[in-house]
């Protein structure tokens, strides 16, 4: 609750704070509606109003809750439950249902989960093999070029390719990265590891803001150079600030 509930509220509020010049001078919303909106979305389908990357958080929060009983379980019990979440994840997919809190996108999670947690407990104990690596690197490289398969997560949607698929490539993709870049150091790419969850909450609410302003000014937001503009002035504010505020003022 501490690392993922709070922040959400405290991030979402910002970003909605951000967001009211475009809600009353742009889109013309009425005052209700800005009161009202953000808890709707939410509670309809774990969209954060204001600040939407934020969705993740809510739906980690459940698949963080679900998975420690999880593991708990027989693993008979949970290769059912994991199958279960599969077929559900395809039903909710091809018939385009939003749940609740994004519950829809839970299913998902789970998977990714428990993979983790089995690759940490199991599968990393095991020595690279660099025959086998390049051998394994050979198969996904062969599969994702004959069957690619890409779900949009957030929405749980198959854009294309396999639905069962996509997780074969995706675990399989995880894996042999970690794989490769084990013994591999790079200090500034780790720090913004580290640095993630700063990204994460405060990159929106400055994307926002940099919109206001070029709207403000009857500028387009469309096209490269607008896009250069928000690379140029997001990116480094964000290494900024992640490098100077500290973990107690975003409560994470």
């Excluded at 709070?6 to 889109?27: A, H, N, Y």
């Excluded at 993709?173 to 993630?196: F, Q």
């Excluded at 505020?245 to 975003?250: A, C, D, E, G, R």
Aim: charged share 10%.
């Amino acid at each position: 609750t501490n690392s993922l509930i709070v922040p959400l509220i405290i991030w979402t509020t910002i970003g909605i704070l951000v967001s009211i010049p475009e809600m009353l001078f742009f889109k013309d919303y009425p005052l209700w509606k800005i009161l009202i909106e953000p808890f709707y979305k939410i509670m309809l389908s774990g969209d954060t109003y204001g600040n939407p990357p934020l969705w993740f958080l809510c739906s980690f929060f459940i698949v963080k809750i679900i998975g420690y009983y999880l593991i708990k379980q027989s693993k008979y019990t949970i290769s059912i439950f994991l199958l279960l979440c599969i077929g559900a994840g395809i039903i909710l997919s091809k018939l385009f249902i939003l749940l609740p809190l994004g519950i829809h996108n839970v299913v998902i999670g789970i998977i990714f989960y428990y993979s983790g947690y089995i690759y940490k407990n199991e599968l990393s104990k095991i020595k690279t093999n660099h025959v086998v690596l390049s051998l394994a690197t050979s198969i996904f490289i062969i599969i994702n070029l004959l069957s690619p398969s890409y779900i949009d997560i957030h929405l749980n949607i198959l854009k294309y390719g396999s639905y069962f698929g996509y997780f074969i490539l995706s675990i399989f993709a995880i894996i042999l990265s970690i794989r490769l870049l084990e013994n591999k150091k790079c200090e500034p790419l780790a720090w913004i590891g580290r640095k993630s969850m700063y990204i994460l909450v405060m990159h929106w609410p400055i994307l926002t803001i940099i919109k206001d302003i070029y709207e403000t000014c009857n500028l387009t937001t469309k096209g490269l150079e607008y896009s250069y503009v928000l690379l140029a002035v997001t990116f480094p504010l964000l290494i900024f600030l992640s490098a100077r505020i500290p973990p107690t003022i975003l409560n994470y």
